[in-house]
Structure formats: C-alpha cells, structure tokens
C-alpha cells in the first residue's frame, strides 16, 4: 500500500482508520497462526521477531482445534516500517489522551493507549479484528515480551463470553482449583510448587475461565510461567534447567513449566474451588472458608489494573465464578513438598 498518511484530529475516525488500514494490509505471507482455547488467532506483522515471542510465549496446540473456535485477526505494525499509517495527530501543547474511549467511540471498539511507548491498540469485536500500532520495531512495554498480544486476547475472550483472570492453576485427572490474590501472596510459588511435585496446571500468571453447563473450565493461555531465583532455589530447581535465560525486566525467569515435567500442562481443568494463599510459616498447611465475596475480591485488583476495558463485565463474571465455587484461604506452610500435597488432597478429597 502507498498512499500519504492520514493525520486524524483525535475522535473515532482515528480508530476506525487504523483498523481499516490494517484491513487492507492483511496479507497471507506475513500471518502466522495459533489454536488457542475457544479462538483461532493470526497475527499479521511484518516484524519475524514479534511473531517468535508470539510463538515463545502462547498456547498453541492442535487438540483445541475441534472446539468451534472463533477466528480473531490481529496485525502487529509499526511506523517505521509503515509511515504510511494512520496518525492522530494531536494539536500543539496538548497531551495525547490518555484515555483510549476519547478516540474509540464507544460501540463495538475497545482499545489501549501507552503513552510512554504511544502505543495504540484497537480491537474491533464487531468483526474480531485487531490493531497494534508500534512506534518501531522492537519498541514496547516489557510486559509485551513476556505475554505478546495480552490486551487483544482479553478483548477476543469477553468478546466469546470467556475471561482471562489473572491467577495460578493446579489439578489432579482433568478436576482442579485456582489460586488467587494480591501479588506477592505466594501464588506462584505455590503453583510451581504443585507443579514440580506432578500436578497438572492450566498454566500460572493468566488463564481463561468459561462458565457452560454449570461447570467453571480453566484453560491455558500463555505457556510461560515467572519466578525469582529466591523461588527456583526453594524448590531446588538450577534456572539453567527451564533455559529461561536471564531475569525479565522484574528480576523474574521466564520459562515453560512442562520443561520441568513432560505433559504438566492439560488441556483444560473443571475448577472446584477458589484458594486464596496466604504465606503463614505454619507448620503444615491450613485450608479455612472464606465469604464468596472474598474469593471474588481476590480476583480484582490485578485484573483491573491489568486487563483493560470491561470492568463491570468483568467484575461480574468474578463474582458469578466465586459463587458457583466456594473459597478457601490457604496459609501456607515452608514445605514445598506439603503444601504440594495439601492441594493434591485437597482436589481429591475436598477440604478437611
């Protein structure tokens, strides 16, 4: 395509010129596939390099492929390989908005502004079309390089009726719980305590939840799972051995988990309840019932500051999971190996 830049002043048509544009540069050599959970996704970019973090990074597996998915096409552009993109040129003085509704125009749009790396992204659900306008490539918030396309698979899955949550997943033959609660609460040390032990997961970090025939299913999203080496090492597990590489922008290792365990990772788990970890130094780990309201809360700070858009939408789909479960606060004791065993019992044997 040439054709001069179109510079918008702000509103909707910005948007929609953006999507458009991307529309029409939809070419096939420059897609690149993935079966996701409930959704086919092809990112389109002309960048080699953001489709292998895409690759590096998200699920991808045939046994998803019979399940109906909805087909979501996202691009991946930039304006130094593109100038020829939509711009919304702001007038002289002013800040760009930091409020993406200012320019999505409501309706069937969602979309992100970061304005530390201007970076725009669209989505359509009126057609499952997607937009991410980078400055350059390679240019982007770090956390794009550990979950590539996050902001554009939340939007698909609230658009399907499915939610990605942020939390841990843990199960035992297909039956499982999810951990949830403010960052630092143990939850990821505590899945990848599970984990090590030979329980199965969904994954740590994101998943995506469906409520259908009165079960609550927990499917995978991304592969990667993140721990510091304080965390590695109380498992005794050498960050050589995930060949996760150096620590991400936090000081965490990424890696996959089934290069721990061979087949850890399932394909989906019916979720039987909500457990809260808190970290206690107990001498063996403690399960107590908590209010419904609590298990929902637990869901809600990291997803509202992280999955943007549909709070309410979301909010409410939390609070319809925390019913249909009952949660339990788990304190944690020192012992990876019981606390392991604690929530294999637990899955097996409901609450003691």
């Known amino acids: 395509m040439n054709r001069p830049a179109t510079e918008l002043h702000g509103a909707p048509s910005f948007a929609r010129e953006l999507l ?30 953001y489709a292998e973090l895409c690759r590096r990074a998200l699920v991808d597996s045939e046994v998803y492929a019979d399940n109906g998915g909805q087909v979501v096409r996202s691009a991946a552009f930039d304006y130094a390989t593109r100038p020829d993109m939509p711009r919304l040129r702001i007038p002289t003085g002013d800040e760009p908005p930091l409020d993406p509704e200012d320019v999505i125009g409501g309706g069937s749009r969602a979309g992100q502004y970061d304005p530390h790396f201007r970076l725009w992204q669209f989505f359509d659900r009126s057609t499952l079309r997607a937009v991410e306008a980078f400055q350059s490539p390679g240019y982007f918030p770090p956390w794009i390089g550990s979950f ?24 035992v033959d297909g039956k499982g719980i999810m951990l949830a609660g403010s960052s630092g609460a143990g939850k990821s040390g505590t899945t990848l305590a599970g984990i090590a032990a ?14 259908a025939d009165g079960k609550v299913t927990a499917y995978p999203v991304t592969r990667l799972m993140k721990q510091d080496a304080k965390g590695l090492a109380r498992l005794g597990i050498d960050p050589a051995a995930t060949k996760a590489g150096e620590p991400n922008w936090v000081g965490k290792y990424e890696f996959d988990f089934e290069e721990l365990g061979g087949g850890r990772r399932v394909k989906s788990l019916e979720l039987e309840a909500i457990l809260i970890p808190r970290i206690s130094h107990n001498a063996r780990s403690k399960f107590t019932r908590a209010p419904a309201r609590v298990g929902m809360l637990a869901f809600a700070p990291s997803n509202l500051l992280q999955l943007p858009g549909d709070w309410r939408e979301s909010m409410a789909f939390t609070s319809e999971v925390a019913r249909r479960l009952p949660s339990y606060f788990l ?22």
């Open 20 to 49: 458009t544009y991307a529309r029409e540069a939809d070419r096939p050599d420059l897609t690149t596939s993935f079966v996701l959970p409930g959704i086919r996704l092809d990112l389109v970019s002309d960048s080699e390099g």
């Open 148 to 171: 590539p396309l996050r902001n554009v698979l939340n939007w698909a899955y609230v658009t399907i009726g499915w939610r990605m949550v942020h939390g841990g997943s843990l199960g």
């Open 198 to 211: 030979g329980l199965d997961s969904v994954g740590d970090d994101y998943v995506t939840l469906d409520i």
């Open 331 to 352: 304190e944690l004791s020192d012992n990876a190996d019981e606390i392991a065993d604690a929530i294999g019992n637990f899955i097996v044997k409901g609450a003691p």
